[in-house]
């Protein structure tokens, strides 16, 4: 309509429902939200504590001190330098101690939340079997529970892929027809999380062989980041489909 007010906007959503125009949305249980709340709030506190480190990087750089990599960890390596380099230029003593400071306080909530989260995963039936999945940790497990919420939702496991924005676009125009990159709909955090299992999977020798296999082959084709992304999807739908089931991951199924 030209003129967009709630008066008419009002009977134009009365015959979408009167039509059957929609879709149904699922309204996920209290648990996911309580679980998904937990998940959210260690990734921040993560992206905090990395933004830390970037900074006193960053400082520790314009006093001509170069960061690099040691055994022990960023603190040791960071009080090394400081040590060193603080002679030179007491006053900023005060800006770096603040900045260790907070990092040290991060971390200390990011345990406390693992430790929650791994309290949960303990007593949760649905996460303990995800996770006898190679590669999926309580996070992973947490991150997919909460995302689907319901294994019902779904009535073929493939769909998981497309929900979580793991597969390719479509676009077809007239004789144009091709497929783009994946989509990247959905569960932003999900997704992450379970590429970077599929990334475990494919780079580390931590059991499902048969699906790292199956991502070699394609990386031949492809290259290894697509491989990644695909076997990120095929993880999902395994996931999926052991939680319909109700069984865990068995190597000689995948085959």
Known sequence: MPNKTDRHGTPGLAQIVRGGWFKA?????HDAYVNRSMLTAREALVGMRVRLENEIRGLLKTLGAMFGKRVGGFKRRAEEILDKEL????????????????????????????????????????????????GVGAITAMAVVAAFDDASRFRRSSSTGTYLGLTPRRYESGEISRNGRVSKRGDTFTRKCLYEAANAIYCRAIGGDTLRNWA???????????????????????????????????EAAMA
Not at 25 to 29: A, E, F, L, R, T
Not at 112 to 126: E, F, G, M, N, P
Not at 229 to 250: E, G, Q
């Open 25 to 29: 949305v699922q309204i996920k249980s």
């Open 87 to 134: 002679s030179v230029a007491p006053e900023l003593v005060p800006v770096f101690a603040a900045l260790m400071q907070a990092r040290r306080d991060i971390l200390a909530q990011i345990a406390v939340l693992d430790s929650r989260i791994r309290a949960v995963a303990k007593y949760h039936k649905t996460v303990r079997l995800l996770m006898t999945a190679p």
């Open 216 to 250: 070699r082959a394609i990386s031949e084709r492809t290259g290894p980041r697509k491989a990644k992304v695909a076997l990120a999807r095929k993880l999902a739908v395994v996931l999926h489909a052991m939680w319909s089931r109700n069984t865990p991951y068995h």
